[in-house]
């Protein structure tokens, strides 16, 4: 896959968000935090840091700081680059408790899913979006990946902008304070047997575009610009779904298509071994290698999961460059198995993380969910260090999103701050020198106190500032999604 950004004229503009919401405004004038404690790479954990930004850009980062500036703002615990969640699918938090009341099977779960994405509308879709997106926000994420495959009416006609679904998706970060990549997914087929290809059924009727070529026509007309941006907020990047919703020769307009606009290119890979079984009896291979021969992988791509490979697998991956989004929570909800996190990134795959259906929302949480799945497979301790779990969480995360200038506290990159309690219950007690371990291995999202994204205030004590009550607009807009009322007509 070409790696190189693409030239070309401009496209059109895109036309405004839902509602005509402007992107999330960013302030006009300088701001001044002193940090009790920041991580600042190479240097590690460093005290009394000055931190200055002007609009959206950190300018100036000054450890061992006079705390003499009146106007600086004071940041108690530890203070960390915003949070990148790079692979969600925001309507599977309306799952969240539902899919445990039997004990059922990923396939189970996964018809469950798909009646609930069978009852969204563009305006239960964003009402729904934003509240999951804020509370991405309280628990410290400034960017969002939404692998988005809802694409048209349920029976499977457009609505009357083809790319209304995505647009409410855009618009709801934008209402949660957040950054987005909407990675418009491809998805056309209803899966893999042992015979071949299944025909959509049901709901997921609403996710194909019919052929990967019509997917790319309706990506374009999202409209964004010669970067890939959207809005201030918004950059669009390319998904295919996986190998069992997508057959090769359909993948091809993707990856073109994500080539030419230099965007990032997800798919979800050998989440389970009946993947693999199903891929090797059509095609003969396995995921890794089918993805490879069909010049999916390369440094721009990001493989979801990666749960079930080989050995020749990760020699592909890593010979590829590739990110790997793991997902704890959600792997071991649905009991995927462990992820190879450790062989992944000895063959050269870039770790990033993901809450994927949202059983938890907590970057920390996946953090060490990644070293203690090693742990339990290797039956020892020690694999990953603290720094290099927050490094998925932060840069490598932000970079695999399109975001290559945010995830780490340095002048001009992107001005994202989070602070991390450590005198909470969780953490009270630790000794100052460990505090990055205490933030990864005790700390939760409920520690998290002061959220920036972009220069702005998101979150302040432990609130959101823009959506005031998260847990009233979570359940309401969750039993709406469980349990709609009659739609209102849409013109096709």
């Not at 729904?128 to 960017?143: D, F």
């Not at 999916?296 to 460059?321: C, I, K, M, N």
């Not at 505090?435 to 520690?447: C, G, I, N, Q, R």
């Amino acid at each position: 896959m070409n790696s190189a950004s693409p030239g070309g004229t401009t496209p059109p503009k895109p036309p405004p968000l839902m509602g005509g919401l402007p992107a999330p405004p960013y302030p006009p004038g300088p701001r001044r935090w002193f940090a009790d404690f920041a991580w600042i790479p190479p240097r590690g954990v460093c005290r009394d840091v000055l931190i200055e930004a002007d609009g959206d850009r950190f300018t100036s980062v000054t450890p061992s700081a006079a705390p003499s500036a009146s106007d600086a703002e004071h940041l108690r615990g530890l203070t960390l680059p915003g949070f990148a969640n790079a692979h969600s699918h925001a309507f599977h938090r309306a799952l969240r408790g539902t899919t445990q009341a039997d004990r059922g099977t990923f396939w189970t779960w996964r018809e469950r899913m798909y009646q609930v994405a069978g009852q969204l509308d563009p305006d239960t879709y964003l009402a729904l979006a934003r509240a999951v997106y804020a509370e991405m926000a309280l628990a410290g994420i400034t960017c969002v990946g939404e692998f988005h495959y809802v694409h048209h009416q349920p029976d499977g006609k457009p609505y009357a902008d083809p790319n209304a679904m995505g647009r409410a998706l855009i618009q709801a970060a934008a209402e949660a304070g957040l950054r987005i990549t909407l990675l418009d997914t491809c998805y056309l087929t209803g899966g893999l047997d042992q015979n071949g290809v299944l025909p959509l059924a049901g709901p997921q009727v609403r996710f194909s575009d019919g052929d990967g070529s019509r997917w790319a026509d309706r990506a374009e007309a999202l409209g964004p610009d010669d970067r890939g941006l959207l809005a201030p907020h918004a950059m669009v990047g390319a998904a295919i779904h996986s190998v069992r919703a997508v057959p090769p020769e359909h993948m091809h307009p993707v990856v073109a298509w994500a080539s030419r606009r230099g965007a990032p290119l997800h798919i979800h890979m050998s989440e389970q071994r009946a993947e693999n079984e199903t891929c090797r009896a059509v095609y003969g291979v396995s995921p890794a290698r089918l993805l490879y021969d069909e010049d999916v992988l390369g440094p721009r791509t990001t493989v979801v999961h990666a749960t079930h490979v080989s050995s020749a697998d990760l020699e592909l991956l890593g010979g590829s460059q590739v990110y790997a989004c793991l997902c704890p929570t959600t792997e071991r909800d649905l009991g995927d198995g462990l992820a190879p996190a450790r062989p992944l990134a000895a063959a050269g795959c870039t770790l990033t993380l993901g809450s994927d259906s949202h059983a938890v929302i907590d970057i920390l949480e996946e953090a060490r969910g990644v070293e203690y799945a090693e742990r339990l497979a290797r039956r020892s301790r020690g694999h990953f260090t603290a720094e290099t779990l927050l490094q998925a969480a932060t840069t490598a995360g932000h970079t695999s999103l399109g975001w290559p200038d945010a995830g780490q506290i340095a002048p001009g990159a992107r001005a994202d701050l989070v602070t991390v309690s450590l005198d909470s219950l969780r953490t009270a007690g630790a000794p100052d020198g460990v505090a990055l371990e205490t933030a990864v291995f005790a700390a939760s999202a409920a520690d998290i106190g002061t959220v920036i994204s972009g220069g702005r205030d998101v979150v302040r004590d432990g609130v959101h500032l823009l959506v005031p009550d998260v847990p009233a607009e979570l359940a309401r807009t969750i039993r709406a999604a469980l349990d709609p009322a009659p739609s209102r007509p849409r013109p096709s």
